[in-house]
């Protein structure tokens, strides 16, 4: 795979284009609270379209994806929505390769984490 941030072990992938990075916030926040999937992305696709992407089981993906839309729905920011049941590797890597995401998550070298705890 092109990236590790797309590191697939479930078996489907959700997705909710949403307008502005305050519903989008919304939107993930419904959807992590709604089902047991975790949000690996929050791509921006261009100016204020800004899709979240989850992984989970397939129920756990509808569900969540069904409250985002609805909460985007809400919030008058839904773009649009798709969910993709066991995708195939090709597909995990053309979304790893072009969707990354918007925030980085920054972490500390194991050295500097052991090198902080002896003093």
Do not use: Q, W, Y
């Not at 305050?22 to 709604?34: F, G, H, N, Q």
């Not at 993906?61 to 929505?81: E, F, H, N, P, Q």
């Not at 890597?93 to 090198?115: D, N, R, V, W, Y």
């Amino acid at each position: 795979m092109a990236s590790d941030s797309f590191s697939f072990e479930h078996d489907a992938m959700g997705f909710v284009e949403i307008f502005g990075l305050i519903a989008a916030t919304e939107v993930a926040d419904v959807m992590l609270k709604s089902a047991n999937i975790h949000v690996k992305s929050v791509c921006n696709a261009d100016a204020g379209l800004i899709t979240v992407v989850c992984t989970g089981d397939l129920a756990a993906c509808k569900a969540a994806v069904d409250a985002g839309k609805a909460a985007g729905t809400r919030l008058g920011a839904l773009i649009g929505s798709n969910l993709i049941g066991r995708p195939l590797a090709d597909t995990v890597e053309l979304i790893s390769g072009h969707a990354g995401s918007m925030f980085h998550i920054a972490t500390a070298p194991a050295a500097k984490l052991a090198k902080g705890k002896k003093k």
